[in-house]
């Protein structure tokens, strides 16, 4: 059982940039696949990054390359999204969400997550 509590939402202006973090509880964080999610009103959840569990491997949603950057610390339970020269169209709620070793195929890096943090919203202004 993971629980994942997102933080470092916030306002922001166009080309400024946020740090959010994600922290578990758990002993057994670096089992897990992380994954950055984000969901903007009325569209669908879409992943924007996600890392496997030992940093190995990342992923990034073609909208957010050369911007965001996921990170992990499993000393910390702690995985971290960078987001440099935010738009508007990067506002949305931001979700971490994790997946088991056994369920997180890096070749779907959108699958396979059964737990999730509550959200934090981003808002950018342009």
């Known amino acids: 059982q993971v629980q994942l509590v997102e933080s470092g939402g916030g306002l922001v202006h166009a080309g400024g940039s946020l740090r959010l973090s994600c922290a578990a509880s758990g002993r057994t964080f670096n089992s897990y696949a992380v994954g950055w999610f984000r969901q903007a009103p009325g569209m669908e959840r879409e992943l924007v990054a996600a890392?496997?569990?030992?940093?190995?491997?990342?992923y990034y949603a073609d909208s957010v390359k050369g911007r965001f950057t996921i990170s992990r610390d499993n000393a910390k339970n702690t995985v971290y999204l960078q987001m440099n020269s935010l738009k508007s169209e990067d506002t949305a709620v931001y979700y971490c969400a994790a997946a088991d070793r056994s369920r997180w195929n890096p070749l779907a890096p959108n699958r396979g997550y059964d737990y999730w943090g509550q959200g934090t919203q981003v808002t950018v202004s342009s």
């Open positions: 890392i496997s569990r030992n940093d190995y491997m990342t």
